[in-house]
């Protein structure tokens, strides 16, 4: 058996899959709402038989390998590896680089000696002396948590990494490129970040996917951007990566609950205050992979970003892929400073308590409207109802709306009705275009009934009886969907040598472009029956309304190819035994 295997074979998808969402038991499945679309009546199925999952929803599904690619946005061989640890499986470095070593894995190993370079240069080389005294002296940083987050020096020099990597290291320049760790310029290749305080940038698996370059402040250093990130490459994308994340995931799950802000200072100044549970995000506002990522580690949110106009934008713009999610959030009112980072350096105590005493987003939301409208006017009333209400009126929990309602319509001075009747009108405005659901494609019912059919003969306690006792019906369906009569012929040959059925060995025999419409049969959510006759005659029912229905599609049919050889004037043999054909489904049909 081959490593691949080995780890499939160990790996109890059940456990796994329970580690990320939770999983209840569902006769011999289990089932759960699909983490990869949003949904409220669980479709995702999960078989401890066959180890495998599928969504009804989404149509998505796989093994312990797909899930984990899909979850964790991996490639293969990540996801291998990392499952192979799991299981005590240590992966053949040669096998593994021959076949499955990926462009992301070398990018995530030059991104690791970039960062032990820039550390290096900050913490221990001359070059690096400058920036580290501003980061102790100035920003007042220590040592300790310079190494905690693996800071370091890029310097002036516009090839210092450029000779490391390539001259001692043996990279080309085309890695490099991949990485984003490079720029070309006049002819020449350069290191992409010079002259800048250095922040690798981790995933939540601890591999350095980019970094952000910070000006270092020195009057004698001409560069435009304060801030500059690594380029969009196969492993950083600015939408879905939070700074800090790998270090305050464990507390984050601790304590149920993240704090989020903006700048990377912010989040090393409250970790070294002993606040742990704080991430910055990469750009303005959360994204839906970002809300996505986050929802795994904790259920509060406390949004704690700059007090500007920009800041409460942010807030504003977060809000609805937050509220989509589920999440509990609230908002950190920072006190004496315009950020985290200078409001805990003057007083950490209050800032603490700013921490402690958070409020809820949409109390936030009214109160900073009300700050910048008057309410007592009309055309005051209008700005803040039109403010607020786009935010209210999208709240799922119906209590936790009329809450709001009632407070905006108290601090308004107007009734209770005129607000509702005002957030009735603003939903319905901005349903289609903000929260538009995208519908799924429809299939007739003669496919779903066909795919029912054949999930009822594959999860009947006894197979080989049940096909028995059918096998004459069964002849007279024309299938739509040609993998289910094939699924139905494969069993016919597989029970001419078994008498009991088992989906692995099954399996085995089976086509591969097979394998996905049987895995959906095997795994699609059936009710319960009383006793094996009522299971029987469901079976029955089901093969009658599908001949039903092929008839039907038959005489419309042909109905309609012999009006157009009658309007065409021709009296043909064909025409003959087109009348003849309906004639006798219509028969059959009576």
Known sequence: MDQVSQVREKIDIVSLISEYIPLKKAGRNFKANCPFHGEKTPSFVVSPERQIWHCFGCG????????????????????????????????????????LTTKKEKIYRLNRLALEFYHYLLTKHNVGKIALSYLIEKRKINEKIIDSFSLGFAPRIGNALVKFLIDKKKYNREDLNEAGLISFRQGGIFDFFAGRIMFPLFDHRDNVIGFSGR????????????????????????GDV??????????????????????EFDVISSVQEGIKNTIAVKGTALTENQVQLISRFAQKVSLCFDQDKAGIDAVKRSLPVLEKKGLTVTVIQIPNGKDPDESIKENPVEFKNAMKNDIAIYDFLINESIKNFDKKSA?????????????????????????????????????????????????K????????????????????????????IL???????????????????????????????????????HNIFDSKQFLRALPIELVPSFDECFLFPLSKFINEEKYELEINNIIKELIQIYLKDRIKAVSEKMKQIEKENKDSEELNALRIEFSNLVSIIK
């Not at 790998?246 to 903006?262: F, G, H, L, S, Y």
């Open 429 to 456: 405005q901005t349903q289609k275009s903000t929260f538009r659901k995208e519908e799924k494609q429809k299939r007739d019912r003669r496919e779903v009934l066909e795919e029912y059919l054949v999930a009822l």
């Open 60 to 99: 998505k599904g796989g093994d312990c390998f797909t899930f984990l690619m899909e979850y964790e946005t991996l490639e293969f061989p990540e996801a291998l590896r990392i499952l192979a640890k799991r299981v005590g499986i240590e992966i053949q470095s040669t096998h593994f680089e021959a076949g």
């Open 242 to 263: 939070f700074f800090g994340l790998n270090v305050a995931k464990d507390e984050i799950k601790k304590q149920e609950r993240v704090i989020i802000m903006e700048g």
């Open 459 to 497: 999860q009947a306690k006894d197979v080989k009886d049940i096909l028995g006792k059918t096998e004459n019906e069964l002849s007279e369906i024309e299938f739509k969907i040609s993998a289910y009569k094939k699924i139905i012929d494969f069993l016919k040959t597989y029970f001419a040598s």
């Open 215 to 238: 000006i270092l402040e020195d009057p004698s250093v001409q560069i435009s951007s304060k801030y500059i990130n690594t380029r969009e490459t196969l492993v950083y994308h600015k």
């Open 379 to 427: 055309e005051g009333k209008k700005k803040i109802s039109d403010d607020v209400l786009p935010f209210i009126s999208h709240i799922e929990n119906e209590v936790v709306k009329e809450h709001y309602l009632k407070k905006l319509s108290t601090e308004l001075d107007t009734s209770f009705e005129s607000v509702v009747r005002q957030a009735e009108k603003i939903g």
